[in-house]
């Protein structure tokens, strides 16, 4: 089956091209992420582990598996899951977050095959994987349908796909995008449009669509007082992460 085109949107990627530099630094543009890295890293590792029956206690548990990052950025989960022992292509749409991302991996010793890749075209390439984490990228493309299409064609049969977004509802407007771009200015303005966030329900159903199944979902909970965040099997009001796998047959 032909890869559907491709679902970029150049105005996304413009916008995360704008704050390449960035991506390393805990305190800049980035710093939601980074608050939220530890417990995003939970939630795939012990999901990995289950799915490939892994030990995460083992020195390299992850040994044998190759892993696609769509939409790696500066690679904050690259780099923990080549760590991990995971054989790790990072792909993303906004060249300039490439060179960000190799340097920092030459700098930690570790070997990552990033590339200015589509997801759609690397489904054409006929590429495939073991796992592939699809974080924060689902609200950002033109076709969403389409997109995890291409997501689905690149995992083996049997593999697994992390896909974590933001909910919409008025909830989410008010700390995705008041909160976190006008009162917090961690990230500039424009950067989420909340017309293009999708709930789980919907996200489920796109998962469905796309030949995927869906075995999982989690929110990830902020706390302001703690400065925080934490998983939850209930409250995925705001930022969520679901599991699909890819039918054997």
Same mark, same amino acid.
């Given at each position: 089956?032909?890869?559907?085109?491709s679902?970029?949107?150049?105005s996304?990627i413009?916008?995360?091209e704008?704050?390449?530099?960035e991506w390393?630094?805990?305190?800049g543009k980035?710093?939601?992420?980074?608050?939220?890295n530890?417990c995003?890293?939970?939630?795939? #590792?012990r999901?990995?582990a289950a799915e490939?029956d892994?030990?995460?206690?083992?020195?390299?548990p992850f040994? /044998?598996?190759?892993l696609l990052?769509? /939409?790696c950025? /500066?690679?904050?989960l690259?780099?923990?899951m080549?760590?991990?022992?995971a054989?790790?292509? /990072?792909?993303?749409?906004?060249?300039?977050?490439?060179?960000v991302?190799?340097?920092h991996a030459?700098?930690?010793?570790l070997t990552?095959?990033y590339?200015?890749?589509?997801?759609?075209?690397?489904?054409?390439?006929?590429?495939q994987f073991?796992?592939?984490?699809?974080?924060?990228?689902?609200?950002?493309?033109?076709?969403p349908?389409n997109?995890?299409?291409? #997501?689905?064609?690149?995992?083996?049969p049997?593999?697994?796909?992390?896909?974590? #977004?933001?909910?919409?509802?008025?909830k989410s407007?008010?700390?995705?995008?008041?909160g976190a771009?006008v009162?917090?200015?961690w990230?500039?303005?424009?950067?989420?449009e909340w017309?293009?966030?999708?709930?789980p329900?919907?996200?489920?159903?796109?998962?469905n669509?796309a030949g995927? #199944?869906?075995?999982?979902?989690k929110g990830?909970v902020?706390?302001?007082?703690?400065?925080?965040?934490?998983?939850?099997?209930k409250?995925?009001?705001?930022n969520?992460?679901?599991?699909s796998?890819?039918?054997?047959?």
């Amino acid at each position: 089956m032909q890869a559907p085109q491709s679902t970029v949107d150049p105005s996304e990627i413009a916008k995360f091209e704008a704050m390449a530099a960035e991506w390393w630094d805990p305190n800049g543009k980035f710093k939601p992420l980074h608050m939220l890295n530890p417990c995003r890293l939970d939630y795939i #590792t012990r999901q990995i582990a289950a799915e490939f029956d892994r030990d995460l206690t083992a020195s390299m548990p992850f040994e /044998g598996l190759r892993l696609l990052d769509i /939409g790696c950025g /500066g690679g904050l989960l690259s780099e923990p899951m080549a760590r991990l022992g995971a054989t790790v292509i /990072g792909a993303d749409a906004a060249e300039g977050n490439l060179p960000v991302a190799r340097v920092h991996a030459e700098q930690s010793g570790l070997t990552i095959d990033y590339r200015h890749t589509t997801a759609e075209a690397l489904a054409e390439a006929g590429e495939q994987f073991d796992v592939v984490l699809n974080m924060e990228v689902v609200e950002h493309v033109a076709d969403p349908l389409n997109y995890l299409t291409a #997501t689905r064609q690149l995992l083996k049969p049997g593999g697994l796909q992390i896909c974590s #977004t933001i909910n919409r509802n008025p909830k989410s407007f008010a700390m995705a995008i008041v909160g976190a771009e006008v009162i917090m200015r961690w990230l500039p303005r424009g950067t989420h449009e909340w017309a293009k966030f999708i709930t789980p329900d919907e996200l489920f159903d796109l998962l469905n669509m796309a030949g995927l #199944t869906p075995v999982d979902r989690k929110g990830f909970v902020f706390n302001p007082l703690g400065w925080s965040w934490s998983i939850s099997d209930k409250d995925l009001s705001v930022n969520y992460v679901t599991a699909s796998t890819k039918p054997q047959s």
